[in-house]
């Protein structure tokens, strides 16, 4: 067996001085203490299989740490015995700083705390050999899985108008969440992708092993592959492990169920705890069942079940059991709290989704001065929880207005724009070069004069000598093949790569210079220099922040398996923001005030998901309802809007279903603001303290200023301008400036004008220092901004 590292070496054995610890009960257990009786059973059961099945905000995930701290603390296992899966990676380091307050620095060594796909990764590349990888295989994203297909459904002479690459790539992913190799896809299922789907899967893998790739699903599917085929391998984690822990187990599909099983089989030390009501990955293979089947796989399983929550007021918590009991066959729970009543459920309707925002804005204004019941309410504690990311754009474009910093969650905003994918590409090869796809993407960026035909026939050469692009190029080069410029260009890419690769192997500088090194040799950032369009100098910052995102990591290779698993940007987490994420992204999580917006038929429920599984999806949708509404402690505002702009159309909107559904005495219906008078619930008293002292204020969102900046924007904002502190909308705003005028920036953010060049601005930027902008990107500070006090 190859390369065990110390934190898998021998067969692990408990200090005697731990061991007289546990069986003395020496250290005294506090955190026990904190439990109710339900909880403290489930913590203190530490051998044996448990289920914990409960409703949201019970106290699961409390439960499960308190479990690993008493696990560490009873000297059962060391901390890297203890494999737990979490949802997501912030929720692991959450966990961590759990058991480190408890416990100190012991939480440091829990190495194997983590999602399902982080620890895949790590496990794969102990034994890549074992499903023909090498241990430096990438990780695809979804953008080159279907460049691969595409190339391959060409190659089939499949016509991919009928036969979409996508719909091969969700064929293939239900397969991978089932844990099925194309060996193993059941016949009846081989009519898929008009009955080539088995055989171009069958390529796909393969194709995949050559370019030394996975995709996300491989993760999990080639560990269980490696389990079941190599017992001696599965033992070392069996005993290894010693206990497992597993969070939101209502969403684990069939392979990661599999992965569990194989892992707890012998010693059966497992303790899953989860909601049926969260379920909300059906889409992604998830299944219920799991939950049912737990105590059939480990017979005389401890079931523990929750019913006090100690989250959500009571309004809140009845308006989401009305809500979820529209459900047919749950498992079904009561749930009730020691606390407060608290303030209904807010339900208001708007003209149209910018609306929204903007009162969603100020209502997080007003909450912030105190208006609201709410003690204390910091931006921290603030979330808005959409159905569709494409809500968010209204909430950011609002946010940035009025300067109220902000953070989107879980989204793969950054590292999915066009500059940070190529440079990746380029550190992919660094580290992989036989990556075809990097090579694909760069080849010829910056131009290097390689086009169609020089590449089809690096392509040709490659395939026939049955090698990596980058060996096609070299072969090329060597016999001549290739001629005029391109010729000389490509050598000193491929020289270029393998200067590169052997950087990375040698690992004689540091990453982070190699990265810059990169960049620079390449031409890549220099064919930005010379870019002469609005957006380049906005790239070349994004290179450099990325450049800087690497100082988090150890090396490109950490960094790259960080990119393709997290895809979240959380850095900052020192300042004060409101959190804008999905409602998927915001299970298990929890905020005093939780806003919900666009509850509207057709984005939620989502049409989409209504029409691919019927009564299913909507049973799901309904589901994320449930988690919605049960993320909020203190104050819960659902809203809607009767217009909406989505992908640039306006749809008029019919209030979502779910709305009717909730049940009315826990409810207080707000009269919608502004002119329009449009919405729900009109005889309903008037609410909302934010609007009295804002009569007669200018709507900067209506204002020309604003206008202009949303037709001229072409990239996403990604930093907050400092707080807005601007005057009332002036008509007569002119677009030339003078030295001294204060201006907007809709990426920089706010900005005094030091000196003017023909149309050229050298603008002093409050937050992001001196630049020289385009006079037609920045607008007068006061067209867009107002007056909050
Ligand atoms: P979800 O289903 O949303 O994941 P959960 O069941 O995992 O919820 P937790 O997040 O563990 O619930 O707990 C919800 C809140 O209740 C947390 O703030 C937690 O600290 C608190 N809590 C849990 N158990 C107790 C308890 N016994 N006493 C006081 N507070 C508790
Ligand atoms: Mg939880």
Same mark, same amino acid.
């Given at each position: 067996m190859e390369d065990w590292d110390d934190s898998l070496a021998p067969a692990p054995k408990i200090p005697l001085s731990q061991r007289a610890l546990g069986q003395g009960g020496?250290?005294?257990?506090?955190?026990? =203490? =904190?439990?109710?009786p339900a909880q403290r059973e489930a913590v203190e059961a530490l051998d044996g299989p448990v289920l914990m099945l409960a409703g949201a905000g019970t106290g699961k995930t409390k439960a499960l740490t308190s479990r690993i701290v008493h696990l560490l603390n009873m000297g !059962?296992?060391?901390?890297?015995?203890i494999l737990s899966v979490t949802f997501t990676n912030k929720a692991a380091r959450e966990m961590k700083l759990r058991v480190g307050r408890l416990?100190?620095? *012991?939480? +440091?060594? %829990?190495?194997? %705390? &983590?999602?399902f796909h982080s620890l895949s990764v790590k496990i794969l590349r102990r034994h890549a050999e074992l499903v &023909?990888?090498?241990?430096?295989f990438t990780i695809l994203d979804t953008d080159d899985q279907l460049r691969l297909l595409k190339q391959l459904i060409a190659a089939n002479n499949i016509d991919e108008k009928r036969w979409p690459a996508r719909m091969m790539a969700s064929i293939i992913d239900s397969w991978k969440n089932r844990a099925l190799t194309p060996d193993r *896809?059941?016949?009846? +299922? $081989?009519?898929a992708y008009n009955n080539r789907g088995t055989e171009i899967y069958e390529q796909y893998q393969e194709r995949l092993r050559t370019l030394n790739a996975t995709d996300f699903g491989d993760l999990l599917l080639h560990c269980v592959v490696i389990f079941q085929k190599h017992p001696d391998v599965l033992e070392q984690y069996q005993r290894w492990f010693r206990y497992i822990l597993v969070d939101?187990?209502? =969403?684990?599909?069939v392979a990661q169920y599999l992965w569990l099983r194989l892992l707890a089989q012998?010693?059966?030390?497992i303790c899953c705890v989860g909601d049926d009501d969260q379920s909300i990955y059906g889409w992604r293979g998830?299944? *219920?069942?799991n939950i049912l089947r737990f105590e059939k796989d480990f017979p005389g399983a401890k079931v523990v079940r929750l019913e006090q929550?100690?989250?959500?007021t009571a309004h809140i918590l009845a308006a989401a059991s009305g809500v979820i009991? $529209?459900?047919? &066959?749950r498992l079904g729970k009561t749930l009730w709290t020691a606390g407060e009543m608290g303030e209904k459920l807010r339900l208001i309707g708007h003209w149209d989704g910018e609306e929204e925002a903007r009162w969603i804005g100020e209502e997080i204004e007003a909450a912030q001065r105190?208006?609201?019941?709410?003690?204390?309410?910091?931006?921290?504690q603030i979330a808005i929880l959409v159905?569709?990311?494409?809500?968010m754009r209204a909430f950011e474009d609002r946010f940035l207005t009025i300067g109220l910093p902000y953070r989107v969650i879980g989204g793969p905003r950054f590292y999915e724009r066009q500059e940070i994918r190529d440079a990746m590409a380029y550190f992919r090869l660094a580290v992989s070069p036989e990556d075809d796809l990097a090579f694909e993407r760069v080849v010829?960026? @910056? !131009?290097?004069?390689?086009g169609d035909k020089a590449q089809g026939d690096i392509q040709r050469e490659a395939r026939g000598l049955g090698l990596p692009l980058l060996e096609g190029a070299r072969s090329l080069l060597a016999r001549a093949g290739i001629g005029g410029k391109g010729a000389g260009q490509l050598r000193q890419f491929v020289e270029g790569v393998d200067r590169w690769h052997a950087a990375v192997v040698a690992a004689s500088q540091s990453h982070i210079e190699l990265a810059e090194i990169i960049l620079d040799e390449s031409g890549y950032t220099t064919m930005w220099q010379n870019d !002469?369009? @609005? +957006?380049a100098a906005g790239r070349l910052e994004n290179l450099k922040e990325l450049v800087k995102a690497?100082?988090?990591?150890?090396s490109l290779q950490g960094f790259l398996e960080h990119v393709s698993l997290i895809m979240e940007n959380?850095? +900052? /987490?020192a300042v004060e923001k409101v959190s804008i994420m999905t409602l998927h992204a915001a299970k298990g999580l929890e905020f005093p005030v939780v806003f919900l917006p666009g509850w509207e038929d057709g984005l939620f429920p989502s049409q989409r998901s209504m029409d691919e599984s019927g009564k299913k999806g909507l049973e799901e949708e309904r589901r994320l309802a449930y988690v919605g509404i049960t993320r909020a402690e203190q104050l819960c505002t659902i809203s809607f809007a009767s217009n909406r702009r989505v992908y640039g159309q306006w749809q008029s909107q019919l209030p979502s279903r779910f709305i009717d559904e909730? @049940? /009315?005495?826990?409810v207080a219906v707000l009269t919608p603001p502004g002119?329009?008078?449009?919405?729900? &619930?009109?005889?309903?008293p008037s609410y909302g303290s934010s609007l009295e002292d804002r009569v007669g204020k200018a709507d900067p969102y209506n204002s020309p200023g604003w206008k202009r900046m949303q037709d001229r924007a072409t990239t996403r904002p990604m930093a907050q301008p400092r707080e807005a502190r601007a005057v009332t909308i002036d008509a007569?705003? *002119?677009?030339s400036f003078v030295t001294g005028d204060r201006v907007f920036h809709q990426k920089f953010g706010y900005g005094d004008i030091v000196g003017i060049e023909g149309d050229k601005l050298h603008i002093e930027f409050d937050h992001a220092g001196a630049k020289m902008i385009v006079a037609r990107w920045v607008v007068a500070a006061h067209e867009v901004g107002e007056v909050p006090f």
């Open positions: 020496a250290r005294p257990a506090p955190y026990l =203490d =904190d439990l109710n !059962k296992a060391r901390p890297n015995e416990l100190g620095d *012991v939480a +440091e060594g %829990m190495a194997w %705390m &983590g999602t &023909g990888l090498k241990s430096n *896809v059941p016949s009846g +299922e $081989a009519a939101e187990y209502q =969403d684990t599909n012998s010693h059966r030390n998830a299944e *219920v069942g929550n100690y989250r959500s009991a $529209a459900n047919a &066959g105190g208006r609201r019941n709410i003690h204390a309410v910091s931006l921290n159905r569709a990311s494409h809500q010829n960026l @910056p !131009k290097r004069g390689l !002469k369009t @609005p +957006e690497l100082e988090q990591f150890d959380e850095s +900052e /987490e909730l @049940p /009315e005495d826990h002119l329009y008078g449009g919405g729900y &619930g009109a005889a309903a007569a705003a *002119v677009s």
